[in-house]
């Protein structure tokens, strides 16, 4: 790739919150950070329409270096009701205010191919254009990972579908649909169906549904959640479990601990469950659960789908609520040589400090770097911890030839 003459110190891929958080930290510093992508494009164009945050208002803030751009500051500023849980379109419109407020020169144009070479990194975009980057960081997000099972690679598009293909669920009104998976998207894609006019039955592997548990709302438990809350409460909510909360809160530590722990952790923060108040929502809608398609066949406009059971179920839709799964390989804009230079692991990047790769320069931000740092990174609270210690490093490194570690 020829080298246009133009360069930036650091080139961020991705303008969700991470992506954001990283050029707000990383201009604070004084870092010639350049960011590439349309802001907030995965919540609004692979979630759902009527979708709620699983995570606690206070863990949905995107990370800015002053501490002003905190969700509930923008509602105050704009005089909107606080809501638990955050509907999606009012964290949308947050993301995009704080973009306007911290990077307000988003270039909304894609990335199309990355080199590495001995001065950095070369970048070109969806138009052509070319230039020369000291460093990259890739905060595009889950978007490449959409977890499509094999067994239904082969079907008709219109039969089915990952629920990332979707922006608003009305358009199956009338409609019978199969819903697979057993964790929140599913749940809720589940609940949205319902409540705009699908007739919908949830498939899950696991041999039951789990929910998790809010506390009560009486006047007693409230006052002890008032006053224990500043002992107990970990630093970030994400509406797990609290001792599990408590340790993904320290990525550093995470990293440094057994592969053992990391995974037991990883486990019970991200396992599949949903919001307790998703449960009222779903009370009309039948959950299977304990039960795999064994076989899913095209008849006419419909999908026949036969169960692990025996039984079968003839439907208009099959939607995949599967998940994502990492796999650094799907990055459409890495170049094969930089892919062969990148040590992974499951499909993660292995990250150094700094959430640096195995290719020097190049960092991850995210999901992507759950692996080497822990669940936190999965979570909107994570862009927090992830701005700042990348930041620390670039300056830090870049400025005197040294990082400083943590």
Request: aromatic share 8%; glycine share 8%; hydrophobic share 40%.
């Amino acid at each position: 790739m020829p080298d246009s003459g133009a360069s930036c110190h650091v080139a961020i891929i991705g303008a969700g919150p991470y992506g954001l958080a990283a050029a707000a930290h990383l201009r604070a510093k004084n870092v010639e950070a350049r960011i590439f992508g349309e802001p907030m494009e995965f919540w609004t164009r692979h979630m759902p329409r009527g979708m709620f945050l699983r995570s606690s208002p206070s863990a949905s803030n995107i990370a800015d270096p002053d501490g002003q751009l905190r969700l509930d500051r923008y509602h105050a500023l704009h005089s909107i009701p606080h809501a638990k849980p955050t509907p999606l379109e009012d964290f949308v419109r947050y993301g995009q205010w704080f973009q306007q407020q911290a990077v307000p020169d988003v270039d909304r144009r894609t990335v199309s191919r990355l080199v590495a070479n001995a001065r950095g990194f070369h970048v070109r975009l969806q138009d052509g254009e070319e230039f020369h980057a000291r460093r990259v960081v890739v905060a595009t997000g889950i978007s490449p990972f959409a977890r499509r099972p094999p067994q239904f690679a082969g079907l008709p598009a219109p039969l089915v579908s990952h629920s990332f293909d979707h922006a608003d669920l009305r358009r199956f009104a009338g409609q019978r649909v199969a819903v697979v998976g057993g964790g929140q998207s599913a749940l809720e894609s589940a609940a949205l169906l319902h409540e705009g006019g699908a007739e919908v039955e949830v498939i899950a592997r696991a041999p039951g549904t789990y929910f998790i548990p809010d506390w009560p709302q009486t006047p007693l438990v409230r006052a002890a959640r008032r006053l224990l809350s500043p002992i107990v409460r970990p630093p970030f909510d994400i509406m797990g479990p609290r001792f599990v909360s408590w340790l993904i809160a320290w990525p550093r530590l995470f990293r440094r601990s057994p592969r053992a722990l990391q995974d037991f952790l990883t486990a019970r923060a991200v396992r599949p469950a949903g919001a307790s108040w998703l449960t009222p929502r779903l009370a009309s809608v039948p959950i299977t659960a304990g039960r795999t398609i064994a076989a899913a066949i095209p008849t006419g406009s419909q999908l026949r789908l036969r169960l692990s059971d025996g039984t079968e179920r003839l439907v208009d839709h099959l939607l995949l609520a599967t998940g994502y799964r990492v796999d650094a390989t799907r990055y459409a804009f890495l170049a094969p040589t930089l892919l062969q230079a990148l040590r992974t692991r499951d499909g993660y990047p292995e990250l150094d400090v700094g959430f640096e790769s195995s290719v020097p320069g190049l960092h991850f931000l995210g999901t992507p770097a759950a692996r080497s740092f822990g669940p936190l990174c999965r979570f909107v609270v994570g862009t927090r911890y992830m701005a700042r210690a990348l930041t620390r490093y670039v300056t830090h490194l870049d400025g005197n030839g040294r990082a400083r570690h943590g």
